[in-house]
């Protein structure tokens, strides 16, 4: 019954956050300037005129409608025209799309751009909501019963720094409600189908999802099903191999792919390469192409400390905090465990649980969220991490957080 409760609290939790969050953009938007930079706008379509709602759907939510939120409302409605979209995975505007046709007789009250916009909108609420609870389950089945730290840290995924992205037209609303329900439901012993196919169609939504991977593999080794484990890595990455495969087709293997006149001259105007354009992309020159870590390194300078520059250094003090709390999380774990990280936690010893520590168990999220802090350090923009990592970091992080601090105004404000 007590677990009923919490569910219950983290639910009216996660909508009213939502709520609040989705307020505060509104005044933001409406009552401060924007800040003006050259970044990607989708293509408008000569089609696209005013409609009685517009007004309304643009002052509410017009603030959601900035930076990668472009890239997904852009693909949503025209597909991967240009060559910097590759970097956005397709399960989101998917999904938007699919959406939106079912909403299309809307289209006399909205323009779709902003009919979009509200679909997205609503459907990232959604899976906030659904994530929320997700990671909820998912901390309680790795937890001891009594362990209050489920509700901790589905509270902290709510009230995170970065909750405005699970709210854009961003994937990471999506993307961390299939990764915790897929990992609850491994955890949990359900159908084991049911949880691949979630790990894996988070493959499509974001490329981080590979290494959830990770979670289902080490189970099986550990229980010495080898075949399986096999077996999903060849499965599980389907998803990301397939976008690979299209976006190579539609960028080297099809010159003859036309777009209409406004794609293309969107297209000249801000310099983007089309798809069928000439030149090819360089990917379409190597023997093993990767397009997506191509557009990441040509358009986002992603790569070993490509980012390690001196007008980067706020973005770095920014992340601080976050990454030595996971960092030296990560450190205790390995202290406290150290037999058990030597052996990949596959030696089968059962380890009693250490106070103020995770259980042994949870070795692959320790590894998954240490991983992804130093991935961000050398290879990103740093300034990412806390999306990225997301609540993971909450999970390893929260234990050793209100186990040191002891503070009786965070525990009264948790509980």
Request: net charge positive.
């Amino acid at each position: 019954m007590e677990r009923v409760a919490e569910r219950n609290k983290i639910r009216r939790l996660a909508i009213t956050s939502r709520i609040a969050i989705l307020s505060i953009q509104c005044l933001a938007s409406n009552l401060l300037p924007h800040h003006e930079t050259d970044v990607f706008e989708a293509a408008k379509s000569p089609l696209d005129t005013p409609r009685p709602l517009d007004p309304v759907v643009s002052f509410l939510f017009g603030g959601l409608m900035r930076w990668d939120g472009q890239y997904f409302l852009h693909v949503a409605r025209h597909g991967y025209t240009y060559l910097n979209t590759l970097a956005f995975f397709p399960l989101l505007p998917m999904a938007g799309s699919f959406l939106a046709s079912l909403a299309s007789p809307l289209t006399v009250l909205l323009s779709p751009p902003l009919l979009l916009l509200l679909l997205f909108t609503g459907l990232n609420f959604y899976c906030f909501v659904r994530a929320a609870l997700a990671l909820y389950d998912l901390t309680a089945a790795l937890m001891p019963i009594r362990s209050i730290l489920p509700y901790r840290a589905a509270v902290l995924f709510c009230l995170s720094p970065a909750s405005i992205f699970f709210s854009a037209p961003y994937s990471e609303s999506l993307f961390a409600m299939l990764t915790f329900s897929g990992l609850a439901r491994l955890n949990t012993l359900q159908p084991f189908p049911s949880s691949a196919l979630l790990l894996a169609l988070s493959t499509a939504c974001r490329s981080n999802g590979l290494l959830n991977l990770l979670h289902p593999i080490h189970q099986h080794l550990r229980f010495r099903r080898p075949h399986l484990a096999l077996l999903l890595l060849l499965v599980l990455p389907l998803p990301f191999i397939l976008f690979q495969i299209f976006s190579y087709g539609r960028f080297c293997l099809d010159p003859h792919y036309s777009l209409p006149l406004f794609l293309i001259q969107h297209a000249q105007d801000n310099e983007y390469l089309v798809a069928g354009g000439t030149p090819p992309p360089p990917f379409c020159l190597q023997s093993l192409a990767l397009p997506y870590q191509y557009v990441q390194s040509s358009h986002w300078q992603v790569g070993f400390l490509r980012y390690f520059e001196w007008k980067q250094l706020p973005n770095f003090l920014l992340a601080a905090p976050l990454l030595f709390l996971v960092i030296s999380c990560g450190w205790r774990f390995f202290l406290d465990y150290t037999g058990h990280c030597l052996t990949l936690g596959l030696s089968g010893t059962r380890h009693k649980l250490v106070q103020g520590q995770l259980p042994a168990h949870t070795l692959p999220m320790v590894v998954h969220a240490v991983f992804l802090a130093l991935f961000c350090f050398f290879c990103i923009h740093v300034q990412v991490d806390g999306g990225l990592k997301a609540a993971f970091i909450n999970f390893i992080s929260v234990k050793n957080f209100a186990h040191s601090l002891k503070k009786k105004l965070v525990r009264n404000f948790l509980v």
